[in-house]
């Protein structure tokens, strides 16, 4: 954010012009809105849940394949979007599993922007072979698709929440890595590092408190972009059985769970814990949109 | 020029040969396959004996030097599940994903370019906001998704379309096909629109931003002020110079569209190569993986090569700058 101090009204601070930028497509606004929902029900998913899912003490398999709005056989749930073959209720079901999907595109990306962030500046700032070398395996890796080189991490590492992470920042880092560097490359020239530089300052300190800084917006908007798209690989991984354990179901796997029977009408264990994935994905990709256009200093008037 | 290829051999060698060690290393490393393949009560004299039919008891390293010096006779071991050779299964699953590939690309540039000129030439028209939201909606949401939709809406519901397998073939010089009858469109079309979606959108994309500059270029309006039909200058001029990139990302994104197939398959139960990765991983099958996925990175070394190559035939600035 380069704005001219001079052109904004003095009691604006940067954050509350991204804000008020933000602010103009309805769009985006709705996508942020639903984007917040859906956090606040991830969070509080343990009250707000009529049962909690992972509890098998709490479910009866004699509720299992309900239709949506059915009453339990005890009648003390009452099930909305009707329950599994378990008996789990699917909207708890949802609820809880909105918080694992959730949790593993944010760790992913956490994890994966703070790999490929580091090895992208170093790159950018000392060239040479350093950046080669790390160039080169950038490239090599994104030659292949991300789903591939998931796949072939998870069939050597095996299942689980840890190892679905490791797959995903593996996937991940290399995206950050190449946007970093390629901002940092065209900031590394400017001025201001030079002074840096020539104040002596050491080279940890120019690269992450004068280089990164400069760096961060297209940073942002690929990160929010990649926090969907990590949503929706773990998605898929689980789907195809190789993600986490179903004893704790994460959208994905719900998914996965209702697939057998969608053919025989029972619609609701697929498609209720499917919309839940598509608003999560839509709403972040909606936010992200509109960022990539506020964060854009070519776009600013 | 030969410089330059041979540097691009010898680094792709060096990736596949990477890719192999890692892959034999890591897929070595997960559970013990003889547990699976075994009846569990066998004893541990029946247990050694398999072990040891099966080469897992010599040294990793020992493992490694078999089956690379088998993989160079093409040779790259048999199938622990199906107790025949890994490469001859994936190529007998080869046809089917090529066919699924093959007819998803053929839906994506059918539509894509036509739709993609259209937002491109009426960007502001509600057809064009129409074209353009689905085809970001066709890149954020996940194709098993889509999948389970189509099943649930053309099988499910309204019951027009089978939701799995792959209907008769036809062999055709030898490749079993299935698109010459009836039944078996009716199969490949619901997994083939599924896997072409993203491809679609990407397509769409592309031709609209391609579209968006070659307008703003002199000689669409020049073409224009000589008085050419509007046909005639879409069809010609602007097509013809968007064509190139659009050929080259398409040729790229082949061997992503078979890495692809992987989801899809799974999905519509179609019995291709994805499906038996799938199925190999699940019970542990180490070679058919092994097999798979060398067979999948010598592909798509392949069609980076020939892209790259494409590339450089095509544009001599990218030639001089790997010479200097």
Request: proline letters at 5%; charged letters at 15%; one cysteine or more.
């Amino acid at each position: 954010m380069r704005a001219e101090p001079i052109s904004m009204p003095p009691e604006q601070t940067p954050l509350a012009h991204i804000a008020s930028d933000f602010a103009h497509s309805r769009i985006a606004l709705a996508g942020l809105a639903m984007l917040s929902l859906i956090l606040l029900a991830a969070i509080f998913a343990p009250l707000i849940s009529p049962q909690n899912p992972y509890d098998l003490a709490q479910l009866d398999v004699m509720d299992s394949r309900l239709p949506p709005g059915s009453a339990s056989s005890d009648g003390q749930t009452h099930f909305w979007l009707g329950s599994d073959d378990q008996g789990r209720d699917m909207l708890s079901g949802i609820f809880y599993g909105m918080r694992i999907s959730i949790g593993v595109g944010l760790a992913s990306t956490l994890f994966g922007l703070a790999i490929g962030m580091s090895l992208g500046l170093v790159a950018a700032y000392f060239g040479g072979w350093v950046d080669t070398i790390i160039m080169r395996i950038v490239d090599i890796q994104l030659s292949f698709p991300a789903i591939l080189i998931a796949l072939v991490l998870l069939a050597v590492l095996g299942q689980g929440l840890d190892k679905i992470i490791i797959a995903l920042v593996a996937v991940q880092w290399a995206y950050y890595a190449r946007t970093v560097r390629s901002s940092a490359l065209v900031e590394r020239r400017r001025e201001y590092i030079e002074a840096a530089a020539s104040l002596a300052l050491s080279p940890a300190r120019i690269v992450f408190r004068h280089l990164l800084p400069n760096c961060l917006p297209p940073l942002i908007v690929v990160a929010t972009v990649q926090v969907a798209a990590a949503i929706a690989l773990e998605a898929t991984l689980s789907f195809l059985g190789l993600g986490l354990p179903i004893t704790e179901p994460s959208l994905g796997l719900l998914i996965a769970n209702g697939f057998g029977y969608l053919m025989s009408g029972k619609y609701w264990i697929s498609f209720f814990p499917g919309i839940a994935l598509l608003l999560t994905i839509v709403s972040i990709n909606l936010v992200a949109d509109q960022l990539r256009d506020v964060l854009n200093p070519r776009l600013q008037k | 020029m030969s410089v330059y290829l041979i540097r691009r051999l010898l680094q792709s060698v060096l990736v596949l040969f990477v890719m192999s060690l890692l892959v034999f290393a890591g897929v070595f490393a997960i559970g013990n396959p003889v547990d699976i393949l075994i009846n569990p009560q066998a004893d541990q004299a029946e247990i050694a004996r398999a072990t040891a039919a099966l080469g897992l008891d010599r040294p990793l390293w020992e493992q490694y030097w078999v089956f690379l010096e088998q993989a160079a006779q093409g040779n790259l071991g048999k199938s622990f599940a199906f107790n025949i050779p890994a490469i001859q299964l994936i190529l007998e699953r080869l046809p089917a994903t090529l066919e699924l590939a093959t007819a998803a690309m053929l839906i994506a540039i059918v539509f894509g370019i036509p739709l993609g000129l259209w937002a491109g030439l009426k960007p502001d028209s509600i057809a064009g906001k129409a074209i353009m939201t689905g085809s970001i909606l066709g890149f954020s949401l996940p194709t098993f998704w889509v999948g389970l939709i189509l099943i649930m809406i053309f099988s499910a519901q309204l019951g027009w379309l089978p939701s799995s397998g792959r209907g008769p073939t036809v062999d055709v010089l030898g490749v079993p096909v299935s698109f010459l009858s009836r039944e078996g469109l009716m199969h490949l079309a619901m997994p083939a629109l599924n896997l072409a979606l993203f491809k679609l959108s990407l397509i769409i994309r592309l031709t609209r931003a391609g579209t968006r500059e070659a307008l703003l270029q002199d000689y669409v309006k020049f073409a224009r002020a000589k008085g050419l039909t509007d046909a005639r200058v879409i069809g010609v001029h602007v097509l013809k110079n968007i064509l190139i990139p659009i050929v080259t990302v398409m040729g790229l994104e082949f061997g992503s569209v078979i890495a692809f197939a992987i989801v899809t398959e799974s999905v519509f139960a179609w019995p291709g190569m994805g499906k038996l990765l799938i199925e190999s991983i699940n019970v542990l099958d180490r070679p058919v993986i092994v097999a798979y996925l060398c067979i999948i990175v010598v592909l798509f070394i392949l069609i980076n090569l020939a892209v790259d190559l494409i590339y450089s035939l095509l544009d001599p600035r990218v030639r001089m700058a790997d010479a200097g």
